[in-house]
């Protein structure tokens, strides 16, 4: 599929944060904090709406999928990053980087197709109440969970396909800490138009539609909660969204960072750190969001037995200390 034998070069040199090696080792360790506590709160949002029956509702089966993706996309991309930054640059084949590529491409379309999907519901849930429960039943969930998964792999494989036909016979070094998109073509001594236009037609679906979806929907949305008479409701409805409000802020707001920055020369220092908001950032904050913002969430993470019986540990701990 990749057409190793057509290609000169199979390797690329990552070369990470080449003006930050004296503190490699400080980077490495606040990596790893991070990546570790990434995977513990999206394995713990999982867990609670898994075995939680107050948290089976469409939202939060959404929340879980969302939870998913991210641990998908920092999974994907921090193991080697972590190498890297270790080692001050690291090796990695051309095949293992586009599949890097293809990877970090199927989170980031599941999380933008999510997070229209989650407006989507609120819209319905605010601005349909009363149908809101016929609409949006338990079939419907799973359906939209499954197709946002089925078209972010497809869509990925729509372009994925045609770079693997591009030969990398030129340099060598991808100036970033993971194999990202511009990084990847600019090495390729193919044409690269095809790649370019396959990109443009794809992020159609994947960030025009949702940029334009989910605002529309908060305007209806917006418009339903101030026509409800009282001040205690409004609060209701806007606390509902939130969550996903602050989700979707933190999310296209690095994303368009991202793709306005320059992606050459001493932008290139810019673009890692717009980018490791999100890649690193984003999965972090998601669940950080949710259970500090959302009332269900902490329910649940304190009815949960290991949480509770730590609790009852520290205060008897406390209790002896304090004799």
């Known amino acids: 599929m990749f057409q190793e034998n057509q290609t000169t070069v199979t390797e690329f040199l990552l070369l990470g944060f080449q003006s930050l090696q004296s503190f490699n080792v400080a980077l490495f360790i606040l990596f790893l904090v991070i990546y570790i506590i990434t995977l513990a709160g999206?394995?713990?949002?999982i867990i609670l709406v898994s075995n939680n029956q107050s948290l089976k509702s469409p939202m939060y089966i959404f929340l879980c999928h969302l939870s998913l993706s991210?641990?998908?996309?920092?999974?994907?991309i921090a193991p080697n990053m972590l190498h890297v930054v270790l080692n001050g640059g690291g090796n990695i084949h051309v095949t293992g980087c586009i599949?890097?590529?293809y990877f970090y491409g199927i989170s980031t379309a599941v999380e933008t197709l999510l997070l229209t999907v989650m407006s989507l519901d609120r819209y319905l849930a605010i601005c349909n109440p009363l149908r809101y429960t016929s609409i949006m039943?338990?079939?419907l969930c799973l359906q939209l969970v499954t197709w946002t998964w089925l078209i972010a792999f497809l869509l990925m494989i729509c372009l994925v396909f045609p770079i693997c036909q591009l030969q990398f016979c030129g340099p060598h070094i991808i100036d970033h800490y993971f194999c990202d998109f511009d990084p990847l073509l600019q090495l390729s001594c193919s044409d690269t138009s095809i790649v370019k236009l396959a990109d443009f037609v794809l992020n159609i679906p994947t960030i025009l539609f949702p940029f334009v979806f989910i605002p529309s929907t908060y305007v209806s949305i917006s418009l339903t909660i101030l026509r409800i008479p009282s001040t205690t409701g409004k609060q209701k409805a806007f606390s509902t969204c939130s969550s996903h409000l602050a989700l979707v802020g933190t999310f296209y707001g690095t994303i368009i960072a991202i793709y306005m920055a320059p992606s050459r020369g001493q932008s290139f220092n810019v673009n890692k750190v717009l980018s490791l908001l999100y890649t690193v950032g984003t999965p972090l904050f998601n669940p950080i969001i949710y259970s500090l913002r959302n009332q269900d969430i902490k329910l649940a993470l304190m009815k949960c037995p290991y949480i509770r019986r730590s609790s009852?540990?520290?205060i008897q701990l406390n209790r002896e200390n304090s004799t």
Do not use: A
């Not at 999206?42 to 949002?45: A, V």
């Open 99 to 101: 599949t890097q590529f």
């Open 42 to 45: 999206n394995l713990l949002i």
């Open 70 to 76: 991210d641990m998908l996309l920092t999974t994907n």
């Open 312 to 314: 009852s540990i520290l």
């Open 137 to 139: 039943d338990i079939r």
